[in-house]
């Protein structure tokens, strides 16, 4: 570690500054942010949403530019603008995946927009392949654990959460069980506990069971596409919540997919582009380690009302029935196998999220639609396009034609 990164990161530490956070996936944003105050950094998710926010990301990024990064840029100004903080004690954060992706390109376009406006507020990073190094926050093996945990956990309160909230008893009630969950998990961080994860599941569990679901459920669809816009309310104007107003129960896949198809590419990437040996070892043995952890919440849900996530080895070997495992721009091979797992499990309608013009996951994305209807017929995608000047209405109304199969269907 350089000096100038240890005393900068230092300084964020002792002089309390507040490092906002962009909401991407509001239940795993939250328990990730616990997991930096536990390590001195003050950190916190924003929660600014609306029409503002992609205006104020136009004055900066241009339209054709990519549509998460608009919102990232547009939600950083959007909140340092709200007079809530001292911006000589502010700090802006974005992950970094390294990639080919023009994500591995975000921190410039914040750091150039914000500086415009803000010269004095830094914009740090989150990456574990030597991007930006000076300013990449340290993460000692410690933080790195506590925050895979934090994922899974993330994944688990998802995933009950989204089966539950359509068969609430009155509005807002799996709203009101997650925040204790998130007060219990916040507990066990700051007091013991954290790891103890059967017992920590098994209180969740108990939470969400004060919400019975029917035996006959109602109809399930999935949503796949671009890390940010299939997980960010934000990004797909509350796809989630239109699904369950619709009359139907939202099937996000686990975060920990996505981290284990970066991991395990790592490992891929030695055989198809012959890097490091002894790197690609190092990354399947983690690759093994984290499936193994996330693989007991299948176990902890076995015999529950809940359905589980599909075992991240289930959803690898459906790669090699539709796509190259080498295609690993962006989501790559990730998009079309875990529709294919979908569609084993029952999920046959899937809203395929991408930003408008993000090449990587229009090939992905879309242009697998045709092959995998040809290997299932009665799949029913719909890709939907998201960016600054996509109405919501038009959206709406794409999804909504999807959902009609399934009236027909029924009949």
């Given at each position: ?40 950094y ?32 547009g939600q ?6 709200s ?17 080919g ?11 150039k ?11 740090v990073?989150?990456n ?7 300013y ?34 009155y ?14 998990i916040?507990n ?12 920590n599941y098994t209180y969740?569990?108990?939470k ?33 919540d ?51 952890m ?35 721009m ?44 040809k ?29 009609a ?5 029924a009949?």
């Amino acid at each position: 570690m350089t000096k100038f990164r240890k005393a900068f990161f230092k300084k964020l530490r002792d002089e309390k500054y507040t490092i906002l956070i962009p909401n991407m996936l509001p239940i795993h944003i939250r328990l990730l942010a616990m997991n930096f105050q536990k390590f001195g950094y003050n950190a916190k998710m924003m929660e600014v949403g609306g029409r503002k926010v992609k205006d104020q990301g136009l004055k900066y990024v241009h339209n054709d530019a990519c549509y998460p990064a608009l919102l990232v840029v547009g939600q950083c100004i959007e909140e340092l603008k709200s007079g809530n903080y001292d911006l000589n004690k502010v700090a802006c954060f974005m992950t970094q995946t390294g990639g080919g992706c023009r994500a591995s390109n975000y921190l410039s376009l914040i750091r150039k927009a914000i500086q415009k406006e803000y010269p004095q507020i830094p914009v740090v990073s989150l990456n574990f392949s030597g991007l930006e190094k000076d300013y990449s926050i340290p993460t000692p093996p410690k933080m790195i654990f506590q925050g895979l945990t934090c994922v899974l956990y993330g994944d688990m309160m998802m995933n009950l959460y989204n089966q539950t909230k359509p068969y609430e008893t009155y509005k807002g009630e799996a709203d009101e069980i997650l925040d204790d969950c998130f007060k219990y998990i916040s507990n066990k961080l700051d007091k013991g506990g954290f790891f103890k994860t059967k017992k920590n599941y098994t209180y969740m569990i108990d939470k969400f069971n004060k919400i019975k679901i029917p035996e006959k459920r109602k109809p399930r669809v999935g949503i796949v596409g671009e890390i940010y816009v299939k997980y960010s309310s934000l990004a797909n104007n509350d796809l989630v919540d239109f699904l369950v107003k619709e009359g139907c129960e939202a099937y996000s896949p686990a975060l920990s997919e996505f981290i284990s198809y970066c991991i395990i590419n790592i490992a891929y990437s030695h055989k198809d582009y012959g890097t490091s040996y002894l790197e690609s070892k190092i990354a399947y043995t983690i690759y093994k380690i984290f499936n193994r952890m996330a693989l007991k919440q299948g176990k902890m849900l076995k015999g529950t009302q809940y359905i589980p996530y599909e075992d991240f080895e289930d959803i690898r070997a459906c790669t090699s029935e539709i796509i190259s495992p080498s295609v690993k721009m962006g989501e790559g091979w990730l998009i079309p196998s875990e529709m294919l797992e979908m569609y084993r499990h029952g999920i046959k309608n899937i809203v395929c999220c991408q930003p408008f013009g993000c090449l990587p996951n229009h090939i992905v994305g879309k242009g697998m639609v045709r092959p995998l209807k040809k290997l299932c017929p009665d799949l029913n995608i719909a890709p939907i396009d998201y960016d600054p000047g996509a109405t919501k209405v038009n959206q709406e109304n794409r999804i909504k034609l999807m959902l009609a199969n399934i009236g027909r269907e029924a009949k």
